[in-house]
């Protein structure tokens, strides 16, 4: 009987609903193959295996495993602090803060009715209905310690002037969506970028804007959930100041997270 891979057999067995969900299960851990926990997505089982998953899907999108990734490996404090959340849409990025222990979180939106009704009707959530290029620190009672991003159709670097002017010290992460960074003609059909040297070049393209616009790079990752139509998404640790890794070492995160974005999906 051939092989088949586990995310495809999770959703082909209905235990999960789409293979982005199916992925997200798997990377945090909670899908047992035979008795076994498997993190690694691509990883090939016979379709007679015995498949278990130890809880539901943890956040109300799958957009919180993104930012789960970043919070296990960036030493970002989350627990009692005042958090921003630009582009929360639905609100997986703000599901997953609370749930790492934030005291509030702003949800910033210009559509804030997608958020998730367990979001919207919980105290420490405080919504903004905005476009964050023009959001103002009087728009915020309290000054945020930690700011998360995850925007589309738009590039962070037109956001994050605003955000400077917020967040005086404390930790930024954001998600990198490389067919909202790159030029047209490095796009693919159906808005797809595959080709390795194009992710390399906007990454490195978007880190340097990041730091002339005064901020720091601090660390990157690969996101464990490939983004709706396939993309493969990266997450920044900012700091709203100088420092952080030099030039030669930016190029070379660059290319250490795309050599384990691709271990990770196999």
Not at 20 to 43: D, F, H, R, W, Y
Not at 131 to 137: D, G, K, S, T
Not at 166 to 191: C, M, S, T, Y
Request: hydrophobic residues 40%.
């Amino acid at each position: 009987m051939n092989k088949i891979r586990l995310d495809f057999l999770l959703v082909g067995q209905g235990l999960a609903p789409s293979q982005e969900k199916a992925q997200a299960l798997i990377i945090s851990g909670q899908v047992k193959v035979n008795g076994q926990a498997v993190t690694k997505p691509g990883t090939l089982i016979s379709p007679d295996s015995a498949l278990a998953i130890e809880q539901s899907f943890p956040y109300v999108s799958r957009a919180g495993a993104k930012l789960a990734r970043a919070l296990q490996v960036f030493p970002v404090k989350t627990r009692g602090v005042t958090a921003l959340d630009i582009g929360s849409s639905t609100g997986g990025f703000t599901d997953c803060l609370l749930q790492a222990g934030a005291r509030q979180v702003y949800a910033v939106d210009v559509n804030i009715k997608q958020l998730d009704w367990k979001l919207a009707r919980d105290p420490r959530v405080k919504t903004i209905e905005k476009n964050a290029r023009y959001l103002e620190p009087s728009d915020l009672k309290d000054r945020p310690e930690l700011v998360v991003m995850d925007v589309s159709f738009i590039s962070i670097l037109k956001i994050l002037p605003a955000v400077k002017n917020i967040i005086k010290q404390g930790d930024l992460i954001a998600l990198i969506k490389p067919q909202f960074e790159a030029r047209r003609n490095q796009v693919g059909k159906k808005g797809i970028i595959r080709n390795r040297e194009t992710h390399r070049q906007v990454l490195e393209q978007v880190l340097a804007g990041v730091v002339s616009l005064g901020f720091s790079v601090q660390g990157l990752v690969a996101s464990p959930v490939l983004g709706q139509k396939g993309n493969q998404e990266f997450l920044v640790w900012l700091k709203p100041e100088a420092g952080g890794l030099s030039q030669n070492n930016l190029k070379k995160i660059v290319e250490e997270t795309l050599t384990d974005g691709q271990e990770e999906k196999n």
